[in-house]
T-cell receptor, first 115, second 111 residues
Framework: AQTVTQSQPEMSVQEAETVTLSCTYD???????LFWYKQPPSRQMILVIR??????QNATENRFSVNFQKAAKSFSLKISDSQLGDTAMYFC????????????FGKGTKLSVKP | SQTIHQWPATLVQPVGSPLSLECTVE??????LYWYRQAAGRGLQLLFY??????ISSEVPQNLSASRPQDRQFILSSKKLLLSDSGFYLC??????????FGPGTRLTVT
């Protein structure tokens, strides 16, 4: 069965600094996607970044990048030049269920960016 | 572009009352649709998903039900609410069975 583990319940970072959020997962699939979602205080879930497992190159979206280690089943999110608006819960997610496209989410990491 | 709407945004209902939450998606056809619940300070729990009109699958046994009367409409219902039904309810859609896009959510408080 697929599992997603986020071992850091809370983290904090100073504005303009870099922070890395950890995620490990387990799946029996060989080709799959991994996602990071952000949930700000408004509570709407926002897709931050997507990684395709068959691609060796790590995904990057502006200040957000991932460190994808397929063999280790690790998928960390790096936020560079942290901004106050990055304060949010961050969830790692892994699809399961084939064509249904269901997602299993980690328990989340609460990130606080301090001025 | 695609947009997803949920209403109401907030709802306070007494125990034993009925519930109807609505979700609609614009700008796409035959999306997969999902209902999640998020308890305070916790992760997301998938409640129902639908791959087409009238096709509903439940992930966990519960007091709630879902229906999909139209291609882009997804409804979450209950005949009699329980205190444990309180939470934040999120609807999501997916086009390619991979990434999901979420609505703004409904905060439900059962008193």
């Amino acid at each position: 069965a697929q599992t997603v583990t986020q071992s850091q319940p809370e983290m904090s970072v100073q504005e303009a600094e870099t922070v890395t959020l950890s995620c490990t997962y387990d799946t029996s699939e060989n080709n799959y996607y991994l996602f990071w979602y952000k949930q700000p205080p408004s509570r709407q879930m926002i897709l931050v970044i997507r990684q395709e497992a068959y691609k060796q190159q790590n995904a990057t979206e502006n200040r957000f990048s991932v460190n994808f280690q397929k063999a280790a089943k690790s998928f960390s999110l790096k936020i560079s030049d942290s901004q106050l608006g990055d304060t949010a819960m961050y969830f790692c997610a892994l699809p399961y269920g084939g064509s249904q496209g269901n997602l299993i989410f980690g328990k989340g990491t609460k990130l606080s960016v301090k001025p | 572009s695609q947009t997803i709407h949920q209403w109401p945004a907030t709802l306070v209902q007494p125990v034993g009352s009925p519930l109807s939450l609505e979700c609609t998606v614009e700008g796409t056809s035959n999306p997969n649709l999902y209902w999640y619940r998020q308890a305070a300070g916790r992760g997301l729990q998938l409640l129902f998903y639908s791959v087409g009109i009238g096709q509903i699958s439940s992930e966990v046994p519960q007091n709630l039900s879902a229906s999909r009367p139209q291609d882009r409409q997804f409804i979450l219902s209950s005949k009699k609410l329980l205190l444990s039904d309180s939470g934040f309810y999120l609807c999501a859609w997916s086009e390619n069975s991979y990434e999901q896009y979420f609505g703004p959510g409904t905060r439900l408080t059962v008193t």
